[in-house]
């Protein structure tokens, strides 16, 4: 099974600061990775896919980079709103495996 | 509006059986790959079934194999999850989750509890 671990466990941001969260395969994904918020209660929302491109309706301020084993997510400059769980995903080989998840937190 | 919504969660002892099922509407079910995600505060989110093509790809996670069976109805729309020998770890929300024609979609949960 592809284990997926991101980094850091909880981010403590200020709303307006630049949030970095990471995400570490561990065999060869490619670019078979996204990266989905989720808040207290509601299912996962797609907000990048394939490591860099953003899903349909998500702000420019999200992006994604990486490729193979190593992805960030940056959140360029935090709105209230951003504050919650990010969770990557591999989908390349089976199972399809989640990270643990980072939770953004306000500062 | 495209929309999964799922129902069929409940309360089952250890060893029941229960069926998940997943209305869809506002797309091209067909078309479209089908799975289900469990979710737990211990374990996190888990990819525990895929279906693809009318059942012509199906996978599933180690922890459900041969006791979960996923299927589709394309004449319904509908994508439903046959639980068997239920156990404790089983416990969780279920999403049902489609992508189709690039666009991700989920459904709001329903809540299985494993329990005596």
């Known amino acids: 099974e592809t284990v997926m671990t991101q980094s850091p466990a909880t981010l403590s941001v200020s709303p307006g600061e630049r949030a970095t969260l990471s995400c570490r395969a561990s065999?060869?994904?490619?670019?078979?990775l996204n990266w989905y918020q989720q808040k207290p209660g509601r299912a996962p929302r797609l907000l990048i896919r394939g490591a860099s491109i953003r899903a349909t309706g998500i702000p420019v301020r999200f992006s994604g980079s990486g490729s193979g084993t190593e992805f960030t997510l940056t959140i360029s400059s935090l709105q209230s709103e951003d504050f919650a769980l990010y969770y990557c995903?591999?989908?390349?080989?089976?199972?399809?495996?989640f990270g643990q998840g980072t939770k953004v937190e306000i500062k | 509006e495209v929309q999964l919504v799922e129902s069929g969660g409940g309360l089952v002892e250890p060893g029941g059986s229960l069926r998940l099922s997943c209305a869809a509407s506002?797309?091209?079910?067909?078309?479209?790959?089908m799975s289900w995600v469990r979710q737990t505060p211990g374990k996190g989110l888990e990819w525990i079934s895929y279906t693809y093509g009318t059942g012509g790809t199906i996978y599933y996670a180690d922890s459900v194999k041969g006791r979960f069976t996923i299927s589709t109805d394309n004449a319904d729309r509908s994508l439903s999850l046959q639980m068997t020998s239920l156990r404790a770890e089983d416990t969780a929300i279920y999403y049902c989750?489609?992508?189709?024609?690039?666009?991700?979609?989920w459904g709001q949960g329903t809540t299985v509890t494993v329990s005596s």
């Open positions: 065999q060869n994904v490619s670019d078979y």
């Open positions: 989750r489609s992508w189709t024609s690039q666009v991700d979609v």
């Open positions: 995903l591999q989908h390349i080989h089976w199972p399809w495996t």
């Open positions: 506002g797309f091209s079910f067909g078309n479209s790959d």
